[in-house]
């Protein structure tokens, strides 16, 4: 069982920077794809980015260049820098974890959830 908490959200103006981190319990994170979703009101929930249990990452189109997700194995704690925000990045986002191998785009490949920071950027 992994238990995700996630912090770091708030209110920033457009082209401010956040930091949201994912803090994870268990002795098996480092073994974890680790996943950051957002969901907007109205709208699928979406991943922006994943990094995978070797450190790859990858990155939505939308957010190449300006987001950049990290993972410190040691301290069990994944990390989303967001820079250059935009109105249009304003969502809650989550951060989840899910066995390698699997589709690292689609909520079902993941089994575990925190439960969401509200990022909202003002233009």
């Known amino acids: 069982q992994v238990q995700l908490v996630e912090s770091g959200g708030g209110l920033v103006q457009a082209g401010g920077s956040l930091r949201l981190s994912c803090a994870a319990s268990?002795?098996?994170?480092?073994?974890?794809?680790m996943g950051w979703f957002r969901q907007a009101p109205g709208k699928e929930r979406e991943c922006v980015a994943a990094?995978?249990?070797?450190?790859?990452?990858y990155y939505r189109d939308s957010v190449k260049g300006r987001f950049t997700i990290s993972r410190d194995n040691a301290k069990n704690t994944t990390f989303l820098q967001m820079n250059s925000l935009k109105p249009e990045d304003t969502a809650v986002y989550y951060c989840a974890a899910g066995p390698w191998g699997r589709n690292i785009w689609v909520p079902k490949s993941y089994n575990y959830w925190g439960q969401g920071t509200q990022v909202t950027v003002s233009s």
């Open positions: 990094i995978t249990r070797s450190g790859s990452g």
């Open positions: 268990g002795r098996t994170f480092s073994s974890y794809t």
